[in-house]
């Protein structure tokens, strides 16, 4: 049975919303007290709060007391690939969460036979819900979304995400690139709330050379069904991370021929 007409995924996708408005708001009891709150570095700029592994241990005992035949993978406790699984980023814009900047998310995505069925993008702090299911839409608290209907890369917005695992060189180059092509370049510090942005029109692309699961699950369904091109993340070794490229249908080709980012194939929007 085709995943968009699943009863299991019917029953996921159910669970899902509630199992991020309880996140959020445990989320957002930490953010309201970060002066009591540890923060630590694993390294430069890659921050860790005491918020994320309180949020994706929260997430990981609801997904295990309603689903425990499903695997986990969170960007703090890892976990393994399955049949069924989802996907966690239990805070991510963790340096604007540590900083008190509102830019940062929950990111829940669910994978039936590896292929994204479910996402939720949580900002409480913004006040959103960004919400998919594969083959039924895109939503913003509620409301149809849908991505940009820009089609010259001289008038879009773009987002180009930076990884620690790149050089720097490398993605100063691409800002540049795009700048030099026309486009308006910005940087959130949160890959999943970029793809977000791009699924709901505010900006008209996210682009990164290296990006891990946990921060573009849940934002694939959600671009994709919105309209949004989305390059497939979910190929190869992907548990090591890949290339995003998630752009408005006009400026995709653009943006990602400028950036020498791979767009050859998108997620699956139906069946």
């Excluded at 007409?5 to 007290?33: C, D, H, I, K």
């Excluded at 069924?84 to 540590?98: H, K, L, Q, S, Y």
């Excluded at 030099?180 to 949160?190: D, I, L, P």
Aim: a negative charge.
């Amino acid at each position: 049975m085709s995943g968009s007409a699943n009863p299991e995924v019917t029953l996921r996708f159910l669970a899902l919303q509630g199992l991020a408005a309880e996140a959020a708001a445990l989320a957002m009891r930490y953010f309201e007290n970060r002066d009591a709150m540890a923060i630590s570095l694993k390294g430069a700029q890659d921050w860790l709060t005491e918020a994320d592994g309180a949020v994706e241990a929260l997430i990981r005992a609801r997904i295990a007391e309603v689903f425990p035949q499903d695997s986990v993978l969170g960007e703090e406790g890892g976990g393994e690939v399955s049949e069924r699984m989802w996907i966690v980023d239990p805070i991510d814009g963790t340096a604007n969460f540590a900083h008190g900047d509102n830019t940062w998310c929950i990111s829940i995505g669910f994978l039936l036979d590896g292929t994204p069925e479910l996402g939720c993008i949580a900002a409480p702090a913004l006040g959103e819900t960004f919400l998919a299911r594969r083959g039924h839409g895109a939503t913003l608290n509620g409301k149809p979304i849908k991505a940009a209907a820009t089609e010259t890369i001289t008038r879009a917005t773009v987002e180009h995400g930076w990884s620690p695992r790149l050089p720097v060189a490398g993605y100063i180059d691409n800002v540049r690139a795009l700048f030099e092509a026309g486009a308006n370049v910005k940087r959130s510090a949160s890959g999943a709330m970029g793809l977000a942005s791009v699924a709901c029109g505010r900006s008209d692309g996210y682009l990164e050379g290296h990006i891990n699961s946990w921060d573009v699950a849940a934002g694939v369904v959600i671009a994709s069904e919105a309209g949004a091109r989305v390059s497939n993340f979910f190929s190869g070794d992907w548990t090591r991370g890949n290339p995003i490229v998630v752009a408005a249908p006009g400026i995709a080709e653009d943006a990602a021929r400028v950036t020498g980012l791979p767009l050859e194939t998108s997620v699956k929007t139906g069946d």
